[in-house]
C-alpha cells in the first residue's frame, strides 16, 4: 500500500510495477500534488481506468474547514477532477487576521496563541504553526520562545509525536499527510516553486495551501496580508473573508 501516489515521479511508480509480484494499492488525491505536475501515471504508461475507488467522505476535518477548503480550490479545480470529499463534523468557522506589516502578523499569531493556551486551555501540543519556509519556521519559534512558550519544530530529530507540552511548528510541504487538532496557517507569502513556468507554479501554490487547510482537524486559523501580491494568497483571502476574488 503506498500512500500520497500523487507526488511520485514516474521512475518511482515504474519501479514499484517492476517490484510488485502481486496487488499494489496506490492511494493519491490530484489536488494535493505539491511536487510535480500533470500526471505521473501517464508519464510511467500506468493505466488506472476501472481500477479506483472514491473516497468521497473526509474524516479528518470539519464542516467549516472542509467547505472553505473546497471554496478555495473551485477556483482552479479543473472539471475532470473529482469532487473533493466531505465531512460531518460540525466544528468553529475557519478565522482570517490579516495585517500591512509581517511584525503586525506576528504580533496577532501570539495572541492567537495565548488565547488558545492561555484562555481556552489547549494544550499546547495541540497547536500547529505552519509556515511556508524553514526560515519562516525559525523565525516563529523565536517569537514564540522569547514570549515563553515551548516549541517543537518536527523538522528535529529529536522531534516524537509523544511529545508534549510545546507548540508545534512545520513548514506547509512537511505537514503533508499530518493532521492537527488547531493549525494557525501563517502566510506572509509563499515559498519558491522552482523552476516552474508562472501556470504550474500557480497551481502548486494553490495545492500547496489546500493541504495546509486541511490539515486542521478542528480548528484553522489564517494569518497573510492585507493585501497580498501573489494571486493564491489574495484569492485565500477573499474566499476567507467571503467576498469575491479579484
Given at each position: ?7 511520485l515521479t514516474a ?131 523565536q517569537l514564540l ?22 507548540v508545534r511548528l ?77
Amino acid at each position: 500500500y503506498v500512500d500520497e501516489s500523487q507526488d511520485l515521479t514516474a521512475v518511482d511508480l515504474k519501479a514499484l510495477k517492476m517490484m510488485t509480484r502481486r496487488g499494489l494499492v496506490l492511494a493519491g488525491d490530484a489536488g494535493q500534488t505539491i511536487y510535480g505536475v500533470g500526471s505521473p501515471y501517464r508519464r510511467a504508461g500506468i493505466d488506472i481506468a476501472g481500477r479506483t475507488r472514491v473516497l468521497r467522505t473526509s474524516f479528518r476535518t470539519t464542516c467549516p474547514i472542509q467547505e472553505a477548503a473546497d471554496r478555495y480550490r473551485a477556483l482552479t479545480r479543473r472539471e475532470e477532477e473529482e469532487p473533493n470529499p466531505q465531512a460531518f463534523r460540525e466544528g468553529p468557522v475557519p478565522e482570517l487576521y490579516t495585517a500591512a506589516t509581517r511584525d503586525e502578523i506576528d504580533r496577532l499569531l501570539l495572541a492567537r496563541v495565548g488565547l488558545f493556551v492561555d484562555t481556552l486551555g489547549y494544550d499546547p501540543e495541540n497547536l500547529t504553526v505552519l509556515a511556508p519556509t524553514r526560515g519562516d519556521v525559525a523565525r516563529i519559534g523565536q517569537l514564540l520562545t522569547r514570549a515563553g512558550r515551548a516549541v517543537a519544530n518536527i523538522h528535529d530529530e529529536a522531534f516524537a509525536f509523544s511529545q508534549t507540552g510545546a507548540v508545534r511548528l512545520s513548514t506547509l510541504h512537511s505537514s503533508k499527510g499530518l493532521d492537527f487538532p488547531v493549525v494557525l496557517l501563517y502566510l506572509p507569502g509563499l515559498p519558491s516553486q522552482g523552476d516552474y513556468d508562472e501556470a504550474a507554479g500557480d497551481t502548486l501554490a494553490r495545492n500547496l495551501i489546500y493541504v495546509a487547510m486541511t490539515r486542521a482537524m478542528d480548528n484553522l486559523s489564517v494569518f497573510t496580508m492585507a493585501a497580498p501580491a501573489e494571486k493564491p494568497l489574495a484569492d485565500l483571502v477573499a474566499v476567507l473573508a467571503d467576498r469575491p476574488p479579484a
